[in-house]
């Protein structure tokens, strides 16, 4: 008996792997087909991305060469390096590629400065390596690589106009010449990307027709065999109703396993089976809707307005085969499911008995391709259109101005005292306060209006259809609603403030770029004024012009900077006394434009003091004088010490990784630091009394020296020389450029000489530009003069030759 009960479980889960593997095998080759679905079509999806990347990067790089070839200013050709940037990525992505063995970390590289997304990598490669010699997407790449060779050219064009811009004295009578090659490549790369676009185009909708037959393959395979199965269990159940029920049963197991809805109709429409995906998708359980019209339990109707309107079961059975639907459910309570609906006839010995139905349903997928979409165009904190969704809003305000005009505004607001809320109470209490004034803001604004997190803290708005008195007291009520804002975080309590920088936007054609410039300098200047304002730009506002005049300047220091395109100059400081060993000089700074003019710093240092880029310029004036001393000093080591005045800004003395930097620069250079004498404004260092002191004892202490300039330029100078342990005090040059006419500075120069002396500093005096002037100021015992009568400013590298060479003389004098 034993053996035959093992016999019969044997026979019976023989029987079982029967029925259920070819189901197994269709579900699995289900979920493969899907995974490898959506990683093709995600692969091919990053390369439409990409192209449109690419053509937007050559637009622009066309755009800002043909700017550049006309105007030849160096923003442009930044503009246009940054843009080109992307397609020669690309570029680099296919070489590296096309290579016999393919550079993997090169074609990384390459992509990325293409701008792709890093997630979207790997697929892309993967798609190019594998398939590359397949029909659509060969005919694609030789599309790319002649889009390359325009890339290729435009960056020989722009070369050559770089060149022809510096060199050639004649460019302005060829620029035509370079716009119409610029043209030229224009059109070539704009057909290229085309051609290249509209083969991925034909490619990506040839894989989506691939994969929706192919799923509807894998549905009608499952559903046949559903229905073989059935058949078969049918014929069984005439010799053995048990054995029939029990594969009844295994059958209904596996369609309840079924993620997709599957609902069985006779011909008439009643239902005969419905799983347990398909119970919970329409709301009715197979109890209350076996035998049943579906459409008394549920409707399934068609979500394009544009469909046909035969009843669905028509469609499927007069179609006599397996088609596709998008359709929408409609349950009893109302609601409604977008599916995917693959209705298949049932034909039993040649004639149709009902239709199976396997309804997909969509909402996963709507909902994050929803999410998706709105993640892109709004602040995940706020809730607020971001960055991105402003400026396209701009833009096609701006657009819709051609055509039809309007009075609009636009705003940039600024909080004031977040950083304040953020560093004390940490970025949880940031965020929550961003939301609360993203509330107080919208409260005042109407519905059609933009408000947008631009980032951080800073917000924009648009205003359109409001003329430019309305959007003052817009934005007064904005700055009033802020200011009256009082957050709580824990037991303590804030307030805060906005600058608003308001404008109205101009009629006619009109840059976004300069727009969105406008209103942040507005913005800016609403700030500088002292915060909690609002600053409204109005044409000729010379104070903005001014600003933009400065953030030309920034960009150029920044571009100096990174070039090493500054020059040092030096002036000498000649000792009125005898007994001075060594030479003095004063270190001065030029800074050489791309064309070679050499710029006096009075041009450049205003917008680099307001916009706080002297302490990158102080780092380098010390750099590079230490070396160059050290250099001198290294090759004669038996020469006399040259003394060098290197000239701070006040940022840089108050800032602690500064003093730090000058001890670093002064141990690794072999220069004694009695050599180096610092030098800082009588004006820096009284604003900065208690950072001045400590700085000036810290160098002190290493052997470095500090002259106080323009002393006496102030009222109250007398009252802080004490406290502060300078070596120099250098005269004022209001007082010693008048000495001989006026007995007044001649006195004030003989009472700071006088008061020097006494508290044991020496004196320098400035703009001595005659001899007359330098013999008054012996007479008054001055110790040091510098001007133009004795030594102007040349550059340092001539001046430690001439020295060299003096130094050479008197060795072999000697």
Known sequence: MSQEA????????????????????????????????????????????????????????????????????????????????????????????????????????????????????????????????????????????????????????????????????????????????????????????????????????????????INLLSATLLISLALWRTRKLLAEREAADQALELVKQRAQTILASIGDAVISLTS???????????????????????????????????????????PLLEQILGSGAAGDYAKLIVRPDGSSVAVNLVGTPVQERGLVSGVVMVLHDMTRERQFVASLSWQASHDALTGLANRREFEYRLAQLLARMLRQPGRHALMFIDLDQFKLVNDTCGHAAGDELLRQVCEALQAHLREGDTLARLGGDEFGVILENCPSDAALRVAEALRVAVQDLRFAWGE????????IGVVQVPPGQVSLADL????????YSAKERGRNRVH???PGDTELSER??????????????????????????????????????????????????????????????????????????????????????????????????????????GDPDFLAFLREQLAGQPLAPQAICFEITETVAIANLADATHFINELKALGCRFSLDDF?????????????????????????????????????????????????????????????????????????????????????????????LLFATGLAAN
């Open 536 to 538: 409204a730009y109005q």
């Open 516 to 523: 969105l410039r406008t209103a942040d300098l507005a913005c």
């Open 268 to 310: 008439d429409g009643r239902i005969a089976y419905m799983n347990a995906a398909a119970e919970q998708l329409t709301g009715s359980t197979l109890q209350q809707a076996q035998g049943q019209p579906f459409e008394r339990l549920f409707s399934i109707v068609d979500e394009q307005s544009s469909a046909t309107d035969q």
């Open 712 to 804: 006496c330029a102030g009222m109250s100078s007398f009252m802080y020389l004490k406290h502060l342990p300078v070596d120099y005090l250098k005269i004022d040059g209001s007082f010693v450029r008048e000495l001989l006419g006026d007995p007044i500075d001649r006195a004030m120069v003989e009472m700071i000489n006088q008061i020097g002396h006494v508290m044991g500093k020496r004196t320098i005096a400035e703009f001595v530009e005659t001899a007359d002037v330098l013999a008054a100021l012996g007479e008054i015992g001055v110790d040091f003069a510098q001007g133009y009568h004795l030594g102007k400013p040349q550059p340092l590298a001539g001046l430690l030759a001439i020295a060299e």
């Open 492 to 499: 303590r309590l804030f307030s805060i403030s906005a600058s």
């Open 548 to 653: 933009v005049g400065e953030m030309s300047w920034v960009q150029r220091i920044q571009r100096a900077l990174e070039e090493n395109r500054f020059r040092l100059y030096a002036q000498p400081i000649v000792p009125l006394r005898s007994g001075e060993e060594g030479g003095h000089v004063e270190i001065l700074l030029r800074l050489q434009d791309e064309d070679g003019t050499l710029i006096a710093p009075g041009s450049f240092m205003p917008a680099a003091e307001r916009y706080g880029l002297m302490p990158q310029i102080d780092r380098w004036v010390v750099r590079h004088t230490l070396q160059a001393l050290a250099r001198f000093h290294v090759e004669h080591p038996h020469a006399p010490l040259l003394h060098c005045a290197i000239n701070l800004s006040g940022t840089s003395i």
């Open 6 to 213: 093992n016999a019969t479980g044997t026979h019976a889960r023989s029987q079982l792997l029967r029925l259920v593997w070819p189901f197994v095998l269709v579900v699995l080759l289900q979920s493969l087909l899907a995974s490898g679905s959506l990683y093709l079509h995600s692969a091919v999806r990053a390369y439409v991305a990409g192209e449109s990347l690419w053509s937007k990067g050559l637009k622009d790089a066309i755009h800002y060469l043909d700017l550049y070839a006309q105007t030849g200013e160096p923003e442009h050709l930044a503009e246009y390096q940054q843009a080109i940037a992307v397609p020669l990525g690309d570029n680099v992505f296919r070489q590296a590629l096309d290579q016999p063995v393919p550079d993997l970390a090169v074609a990384r590289q390459g992509i990325l400065r293409g701008k792709n997304h890093p997630d979207d990598v790997d697929s892309m490669i993967w798609l190019y390596l594998h398939f590359r010699q397949l029909s659509y997407l060969e005919r694609a790449i030789e599309q790319w690589a002649q889009g390359d060779h325009y890339v290729l050219q435009l960056e020989a064009l722009a070369d050559e106009i770089l060149q022809g811009r510096q060199w050639r004295a004649d460019a302005e009578d060829i620029v035509p010449t370079w716009r119409a090659r610029i043209d030229t490549i224009n059109r070539g790369a704009t057909l290229a990307a085309e051609s290249f676009s509209q083969i991925l185009g034909e490619a990506s909708r040839v894989v989506v027709r691939l994969l929706i037959v």
